[in-house]
């Protein structure tokens, strides 16, 4: 069962990498509208300029929107989550608000984006399943968010921890393997040619000595 877990999860994995790659792929052919858009800000008369600009200004956010949401795919974080949501409402209130009572409540909504990022961020996320980060995440980014404790002068990434320790215990850091460090246990997910993209962290109780 826990093995056919695994399989599904990698499985997951994989197709959210694609979708994130068509997402690319679509910004990438997008961005040439932007062409457009300076053509119309360069010919246009005085009048019809801010509404040009404006418009450009908005599609330029909806293409940073999407790099956002490959990038959510791509890491598997509550911090890739909040930051499509901080652009998303940001786009909402540069572009498309009027009155004085929308733009107080996106300053509200920033505010609250900001506030469970510095104080609820990860540790209620954290308790079901575990968080999957990118190999190359850094690991003091990592002992924030998880609020674990793992030793920054063993590696810079998650990855070079895995590596160390593989190295240490000599055994193979392959997809599935699990590895105890500090207050926090550090599964291999997903690797390519031998190089691992993805782990999972799931917090322990105590720290292992």
């Not at 989550?81 to 733009?103: C, D, G, N, P, S």
Request: hydrophobic share 50%.
């Amino acid at each position: 069962m826990q093995r056919t877990n695994k399989k599904i999860q990698r499985a997951v994995i994989w197709l959210e990498t694609i979708l994130a790659t068509f997402v690319i792929i679509s910004v990438i052919i997008g961005a040439v509208e932007l062409f457009h858009y300076v053509r119309l800000i360069l010919f246009a008369k005085p009048p019809d300029i801010y509404n040009n600009f404006r418009d450009m200004l908005g599609y330029v956010l909806i293409l940073v929107i999407g790099l956002e949401l490959a990038l959510m795919l791509i890491r598997h974080t509550p911090g890739s989550v909040i930051e499509v949501m901080f652009f998303a409402i940001a786009r909402k209130v540069l572009i498309y608000t009027t009155e004085t009572y929308e733009f107080l409540i996106g300053v509200v909504a920033l505010a609250g984006l900001f506030a469970i990022r510095r104080f609820l961020f990860v540790p209620k996320m954290t308790d079901i399943g575990g968080t999957t980060l990118s190999a190359a995440t850094p690991v003091k980014d990592a002992n924030r968010m998880i609020g674990c404790h793992i030793p920054e002068d063993i590696a810079n990434t998650l990855g070079g921890v895995i590596a160390r320790l593989a190295k240490t215990y000599e055994v193979e850091a392959e997809v599935g393997k699990d590895f105890h460090i500090a207050d926090v246990n550090i599964q291999v997910v997903s690797a390519i040619g031998g190089v691992i993209e993805k782990v999972k962290l799931d917090k322990l109780d105590t720290i292992s000595q």
